[in-house]
């Protein structure tokens, strides 16, 4: 039993050496989303729920040029604390993204610090359920923003921390209405 698990930790070793490299990072984790407009989110509450993802990184070496994409899904209205589901209504949403990454610091060979700078394009994919907003909030059918964010990569499994800026507003003839999101994500890459 020790021989095989030496043999596939000597294999996983191998791999891990190499996995910085161009190729696919495919994600999951937890999502939070506040809207800029007091009426349209509360202090003190956000979008909650989960989302999964994948990006392509194009290049390797210090800094790749990255494509991907996200599934959302948050409750429908801002609510006061974190859930990941369960919500009685549900906002979906599709974010196509694309941009570049850069390496900030190489702690050994298989263990790095990252950053992100990406443009994103949030699109709705499906609402369900009642929203708790007047009737003359209505929601656009995408936004844009701009996202950063800090990566942890040890091996193939990645941490990701992210930040979006929105730039452009959620609500239909609502200015200051665009949406803010926070994500932490896990990944694998290969």
């Known amino acids: 039993m020790k021989q095989i698990l030496l043999a596939l930790f000597l294999f996983s070793a191998s791999h891990l050496l190499t996995a910085q490299e161009g190729g696919m990072r495919v994600f999951a984790g937890m999502s939070s989303m506040t809207n800029q407009d007091i009426i349209a989110n509360p ?13 392509g990184r194009l290049m390797s070496g210090t800094m790749s040029f990255v494509v991907g994409g996200k599934y959302t899904v948050l409750s429908r209205s801002p609510v006061e604390s974190f859930k990941l589901s369960g919500h009685n209504g549900k906002l979906s949403t599709i974010s196509a993204r694309g941009g570049l990454e850069f390496s900030l610091y190489n702690i050994t060979n298989i263990i790095r ?5 990406l443009a994103s394009i949030d699109m709705v994919s499906s609402e369900s359920g009642q929203s708790d907003l007047p ?11 701009m996202l950063t964010g800090l990566g942890v990569d040890v091996g193939p499994l990645t941490l990701d921390f992210e930040f979006e800026y929105g730039i452009v507003k959620g609500y239909n003839q609502k200015d200051g209405s665009q949406f803010n999101g926070y994500s932490l994500a896990l990944g694998f890459f290969f």
């Open 43 to 55: 202090e003190g509450f956000a979008h909650s729920g989960y989302h999964i993802g994948a990006d």
């Open 113 to 117: 610090i990252r950053s992100k700078i």
């Open 135 to 145: 009737q003359d909030y209505l929601l656009n059918d995408g936004w844009f923003g």
